[in-house]
């Protein structure tokens, strides 16, 4: 079984001979404070994915955002955070130590509808060139015969509008300004569409993915009905097109408590979680459990257990198996793997996902 | 005569130049500046709160009303001060040195505010230094958040420091637990914003 069969069939309700085995990655901590990867000349993800052998996964896309993006720069130097404008137009504090963290916002760019009006003419448009990717070039990369999964990139409704306002400036917008939110959600669907109208005819994708990153620990980060009724009838439309060349698989990566949101996902064609942040909602058997068959989880090893110790981290394992068993799930760390994980308890934990999940007799 | 329950409505529903309206004509009626807070604006910002925590609101709508709220605040703030009112106490709030997140930590200052405690913000990446200089502005007690599994030891370096100094400590965020508020030795811990006003209600008592 090559493994793209064995994803398909995993997450598709086929048989497989053992789990598909991934990782999401680790922050940029840990390839300089482990041992092996410091010792093994490991620096960066993809690196990381070869060394450990894991299964090859990928994806292609063009371009479904803002284009031009604004001119990343240093506005002011501090001694242990600089305050930029980032690539959103978002001004931000980030720091310069090393210590991953991600920004504080500060400031948008866009605040009226005349500020969006401005930049969707400059940074939106359908027919810039940038758009249209090569797709000469991507077939040499994945050949038609090949044998791992490969999917289609779905971008973003409602997340990356997140970006480029800020938190508390989508919620703002979103309550005094909604049609101006509504259109810019429309803009990024129409750009998804025409995306996937220029690729989904030359390949044959195993998957689709997308990113929002919509939820807090609290819940999300626009109202459930804003959710409901202008970003879930947009991942209808794309849904639509998926179904056109038999993708089944889409799964949109947005950590914190997805769940009052969860059922306009799965109405909307959304249907698996990634990497599924544990912490923040609920043991991914739960979701599975609630919308069996409905809504898939490709991560959901909580992080924080990982850095409980062997016995934890044993036990929590212990608990996905059942899930594991049943399909539709396939287990890796629920974000980067942060680096207060003990690299022996990370490898301990790779090995024994190895035993469990049928790697390893 | 003000309709409090329309100026509890309308900072609910977010609704600002309402809530600027209703606190105007109050101001004009010589209204009593007390009962705008205890009778609107408190209780509104409490049954927001108290939604959010049965989870039928959600960060957006806590922001929108405490939007609007602040709108009401602006206009009375001087008629507070020469009321001579007093604050619930008075919190320094921050996100721990080496973390810049900073939602979580802006919800529990709104809620906190809301609820009608003074807070002094020292925003985020905050190190002992920070929170000891509002302490000197007479911060009772020390709010501290992080969001990351890497920043959150830096909790037991302020509960060390401020704990032989009688000040209270209490923390939150996404991988904080009560385990590690019990762990730290911390004086309390929340999983919400709503939480938070709850927990020094109790310390206040």
Same mark, same amino acid.
């Given at each position: 079984?090559? #493994?793209?069969?064995?994803?398909?069939?995993?997450?598709?309700? =086929?048989?497989?001979?053992?789990?598909?085995?991934?990782?999401?990655?680790?922050?940029?901590?840990?390839?300089?404070?482990?041992?092996?990867?410091?010792?093994?000349?490991?620096?960066?993800?993809?690196?990381?994915?070869?060394?450990?052998?894991?299964?090859?996964?990928?994806?292609?896309?063009?371009?479904?955002?803002?284009?031009?993006?604004?001119?990343?720069?240093?506005?002011?130097?501090?001694?242990?955070?600089?305050?930029?404008?980032?690539?959103?137009?978002?001004?931000?504090?980030? /720091?310069? $130590?090393?210590?991953?963290?991600?920004?504080?916002?500060?400031?948008?760019?866009?605040? $009226?509808?005349?500020?969006?009006?401005?930049?969707?003419?400059?940074?939106?448009?359908?027919?810039?060139?940038?758009?249209?990717?090569?797709?000469?070039?991507?077939?040499?990369?994945?050949?038609?015969?090949?044998?791992?999964?490969?999917?289609?990139?779905? +971008?973003?409704?409602?997340?990356?509008?997140?970006?480029?306002?800020?938190?508390?400036?989508?919620?703002?917008?979103?309550?005094?300004?909604?049609?101006?939110?509504?259109?810019?959600?429309?803009?990024?669907? /129409?750009?998804?569409? /025409?995306?996937?109208?220029?690729?989904?005819?030359?390949?044959?994708?195993?998957?689709?993915?997308?990113?929002?990153?919509?939820?807090?620990?609290? =819940?999300?980060?626009?109202?459930?009905?804003?959710?409901?009724?202008?970003?879930?009838?947009?991942?209808?439309?794309?849904?639509? !097109?998926?179904?056109?060349?038999?993708?089944?698989?889409?799964?949109?990566?947005?950590? +914190?408590?997805?769940?009052?949101?969860?059922?306009?996902?799965?109405?909307?064609?959304?249907?698996?979680?990634?990497?599924?942040?544990?912490?923040?909602? %609920?043991?991914?058997?739960?979701?599975?459990? *609630?919308?069996?068959?409905?809504?898939?989880?490709?991560?959901?090893?909580?992080?924080?257990?990982?850095?409980? #110790?062997?016995?934890?981290?044993?036990?929590?394992?212990?608990?996905?198996?059942?899930?594991?068993?049943? #399909?539709?799930?396939?287990?890796?760390?629920?974000?980067?793997?942060?680096?207060?994980?003990?690299?022996?308890?990370?490898?301990?934990?790779?090995?024994?996902?190895?035993?469990?999940?049928?790697?390893?007799? | 005569?003000?309709?409090?329950? %329309?100026?509890?409505?309308?900072? @609910?529903?977010?609704?600002?130049?309402?809530?600027?309206?209703?606190?105007? &004509?109050?101001?004009?009626?010589?209204?009593?500046?007390?009962?705008?807070?205890?009778?609107?604006?408190?209780?509104?910002?409490?049954?927001?709160?108290?939604?959010?925590?049965?989870?039928?609101?959600?960060?957006?709508?806590?922001?929108?009303?405490?939007? &609007?709220?602040?709108? +009401?605040? %602006?206009?009375?703030?001087?008629?507070?001060?020469?009321?001579?009112?007093?604050?619930?106490?008075?919190? *320094?709030?921050?996100?721990?040195?080496?973390?810049?997140?900073? @939602?979580? !930590?802006?919800?529990?200052?709104?809620?906190?505010? #809301?609820?009608?405690?003074?807070?002094?913000?020292?925003?985020?990446?905050?190190? @002992?230094?920070?929170?000891?200089?509002?302490?000197?502005?007479?911060?009772?007690?020390?709010?501290?958040?992080?969001?990351? $599994?890497?920043?959150?030891?830096?909790?037991?370096?302020?509960?060390?420091?401020?704990?032989?100094?009688?000040?209270?400590?209490?923390?939150?965020?996404?991988?904080? $637990?009560?385990?590690?508020?019990?762990?730290?030795?911390?004086?309390?811990?929340?999983?919400?914003?709503?939480?938070?006003?709850?927990?020094?209600?109790?310390?206040?008592?």
């Amino acid at each position: 079984m090559t #493994g793209r069969e064995r994803f398909l069939n995993q997450m598709n309700g =086929g048989a497989f001979d053992r789990s598909f085995n991934m990782e999401f990655g680790y922050w940029d901590e840990n390839f300089t404070e482990w041992k092996i990867f410091a010792e093994n000349g490991i620096k960066n993800n993809a690196e990381a994915d070869a060394f450990f052998a894991f299964d090859k996964i990928a994806s292609v896309g063009s371009e479904v955002w803002m284009h031009p993006c604004f001119d990343s720069e240093v506005v002011e130097h501090h001694q242990d955070y600089d305050v930029i404008i980032n690539s959103d137009g978002v001004i931000c504090e980030v /720091q310069n $130590t090393g210590h991953a963290s991600i920004p504080h916002f500060l400031k948008s760019v866009i605040t $009226t509808p005349d500020d969006w009006k401005k930049v969707k003419e400059e940074r939106f448009r359908l027919d810039d060139p940038a758009r249209i990717p090569d797709i000469e070039a991507l077939k040499t990369r994945h050949p038609a015969g090949r044998d791992y999964p490969l999917g289609i990139w779905c +971008g973003s409704m409602i997340g990356k509008i997140r970006d480029m306002l800020t938190f508390e400036g989508l919620a703002y917008a979103a309550y005094d300004y909604p049609e101006m939110v509504e259109d810019m959600v429309e803009t990024c669907c /129409q750009l998804v569409e /025409q995306s996937l109208d220029m690729l989904l005819p030359h390949f044959q994708f195993d998957y689709a993915s997308g990113w929002e990153d919509i939820c807090f620990r609290s =819940g999300p980060l626009v109202t459930v009905e804003f959710f409901r009724d202008v970003v879930m009838p947009r991942y209808k439309r794309i849904r639509r !097109k998926l179904d056109q060349y038999g993708i089944k698989l889409w799964y949109i990566d947005c950590d +914190g408590d997805v769940r009052p949101i969860l059922p306009y996902f799965i109405e909307g064609g959304v249907n698996c979680l990634f990497p599924y942040e544990v912490n923040s909602c %609920a043991h991914p058997g739960e979701i599975l459990d *609630a919308y069996d068959g409905q809504m898939k989880i490709m991560g959901g090893v909580d992080k924080i257990r990982l850095a409980a #110790g062997r016995e934890e981290i044993r036990k929590y394992l212990d608990s996905l198996v059942p899930y594991v068993e049943r #399909g539709g799930y396939i287990p890796f760390c629920d974000h980067r793997c942060p680096p207060n994980v003990p690299e022996d308890d990370y490898l301990f934990y790779l090995d024994l996902k190895k035993r469990m999940f049928g790697l390893k007799d | 005569m003000t309709d409090f329950e %329309a100026l509890k409505t309308a900072i @609910i529903k977010g609704k600002r130049n309402d809530v600027t309206a209703i606190v105007s &004509a109050a101001i004009e009626q010589k209204e009593d500046v007390n009962k705008l807070l205890d009778l609107g604006m408190i209780p509104a910002m409490r049954e927001i709160g108290d939604k959010f925590s049965r989870n039928e609101a959600y960060v957006p709508e806590l922001l929108i009303a405490a939007r &609007a709220m602040q709108s +009401g605040l %602006a206009l009375i703030e001087p008629l507070i001060t020469a009321s001579g009112r007093k604050a619930k106490g008075k919190i *320094a709030i921050g996100t721990v040195k080496g973390d810049l997140h900073d @939602i979580g !930590k802006n919800l529990v200052a709104i809620m906190i505010k #809301g609820a009608g405690y003074d807070v002094i913000d020292v925003g985020v990446n905050s190190d @002992i230094a920070k929170y000891e200089a509002a302490v000197a502005q007479g911060a009772q007690v020390v709010a501290c958040s992080s969001l990351l $599994t890497t920043t959150m030891p830096y909790m037991k370096e302020v509960v060390d420091h401020f704990k032989p100094k009688g000040i209270k400590v209490i923390i939150g965020g996404a991988p904080v $637990t009560q385990a590690y508020c019990d762990e730290i030795g911390a004086d309390g811990y929340s999983d919400d914003a709503n939480g938070a006003v709850k927990l020094l209600d109790k310390l206040f008592a």
